[in-house]
């Protein structure tokens, strides 16, 4: 797999294949004011494995944090991962 180019909205980072087809997606909406939730995380079937879940988790984290915003996590694998790697965010 070549690099991916990430695509970034305010609460939601993505990536397409040379097809222009989505092949992971993050989405961290503002719950209530002032906090963020990821609520999904998305990898194509074919691109799992890659450590892609990960990464898009590590962005959207970059993401909220850079914003101010507190982080909670309805994604299981965000919650998992968040529980894992950063115990200090405490989801």
């Known amino acids: 797999m070549s690099e991916l180019n990430f695509n970034y909205l305010p609460h939601r980072i993505w990536a397409k294949d040379e097809n222009g087809k989505v092949i992971c997606e993050i989405s961290f909406p503002e719950k209530e004011k002032g906090i963020s939730d990821i609520e999904s995380t998305f990898v194509d079937d074919d691109y799992r494995g890659q450590g ?40």
């Open 52 to 91: 892609l879940a990960e990464k898009l988790v590590k962005l959207a984290l970059k993401t909220i944090e850079e914003r101010g915003d507190k982080v909670v996590a309805d994604c299981p694998y965000a919650r998992k991962w968040i529980h894992n790697n950063r115990p200090d965010l405490n989801v």
